[in-house]
């Protein structure tokens, strides 16, 4: 029986990859699991942890929560519809914004 080569050590590449990031990159992975607001063209606006991105720019969140287009205050997001993870087109985003905690001294968003 043929034996299958080894797997390299956890971690390893991680590491190699994470000394040879730009300045960019490095403030994307520092947003990975941060709860994004997201407003598109359409008006509606979403607020979801960020999971990824890719070449062309379209996000993805994921633990969605899409609320009413006047609704002001976010943080009460049973006044939103869960859809779950979404991927958004940049081509439809209007804005990101990093959403604070509700216990936050400073801006509701920075």
């Known amino acids: 029986m043929e034996q299958r080569p080894e797997s390299p050590a956890q971690g390893k590449t991680e590491i190699k990859m994470e000394e040879r990031d730009t300045p960019a990159i490095s403030r994307l992975r520092a947003l990975l699991g941060k709860e994004l607001r997201i407003v598109i063209r359409d008006g509606r606006v979403f607020l979801g942890q960020f999971a990824c ?47 604070a905690a509700p216990n ?3 801006d509701e968003y920075t």
């Open 53 to 99: 991105t890719d070449k062309e720019l379209n996000l993805v969140l994921t633990q969605v929560y899409e609320l009413p287009v006047d609704f002001q205050n976010d943080h009460l997001v049973e006044n939103g519809r869960f859809v779950g993870m979404l991927m958004f087109p940049w081509a439809h985003i209007v804005s990101v914004e990093l959403h």
């Open 104 to 106: 936050s001294d400073s």
